[in-house]
């Protein structure tokens, strides 16, 4: 959040849940940009290991992210993520999120 507002990014809503349209909880975001309708995501290794059956392997683990980003999608918002090394690099994260706020207006346009 901190690298947010160094940025000039607005302050993003914190573990927003989005549900589907049958109100099954599709999931959780670290944070939510709801007038860009941009869902931001800081990823670490740990939060994937963590999610890791006995049965599982890594392409598992990759699949079922992917399937929830998807689902995460089709509510009409866009998806941005950070990770560890990303905060080294501000303008990086900063031309990331503006790009998925754009791509979410021109959807949104699209869609209106």
Same mark, same amino acid.
């Given at each position: 959040?901190?690298?947010?507002h160094?940025?000039?990014?607005?302050?993003?809503?914190?573990?927003?849940?989005?549900?589907?349209?049958?109100?099954?909880?599709?999931?959780?975001?670290?944070?939510?940009?709801?007038?860009?309708?941009?869902?931001?995501?800081?990823?670490?290794?740990?939060?994937?290991?963590?999610?890791?059956?006995?049965e599982d !392997?890594?392409?598992?683990? $990759?699949?079922?992210?992917?399937?929830?980003?998807? =689902?995460l999608?089709?509510?009409?918002? %866009?998806? #941005?993520?950070?990770?560890?090394?990303?905060? !080294?690099?501000?303008?990086? $994260?900063?031309?990331?999120?503006?790009?998925?706020? =754009?791509?979410?207006?021109?959807?949104? %346009?699209? #869609?209106?």
């Amino acid at each position: 959040r901190v690298l947010f507002h160094h940025i000039g990014l607005p302050p993003p809503d914190l573990q927003r849940e989005f549900y589907a349209p049958n109100g099954a909880l599709i999931g959780r975001s670290d944070f939510y940009f709801e007038e860009e309708r941009t869902i931001g995501e800081f990823d670490g290794k740990g939060k994937y290991l963590r999610s890791l059956r006995p049965e599982d !392997d890594a392409g598992e683990i $990759v699949w079922r992210e992917k399937k929830r980003e998807d =689902a995460l999608r089709s509510t009409g918002n %866009e998806v #941005a993520r950070v990770i560890w090394l990303d905060l !080294d690099h501000p303008k990086e $994260v900063e031309t990331r999120f503006r790009n998925a706020f =754009a791509r979410a207006r021109q959807w949104s %346009e699209r #869609a209106g």
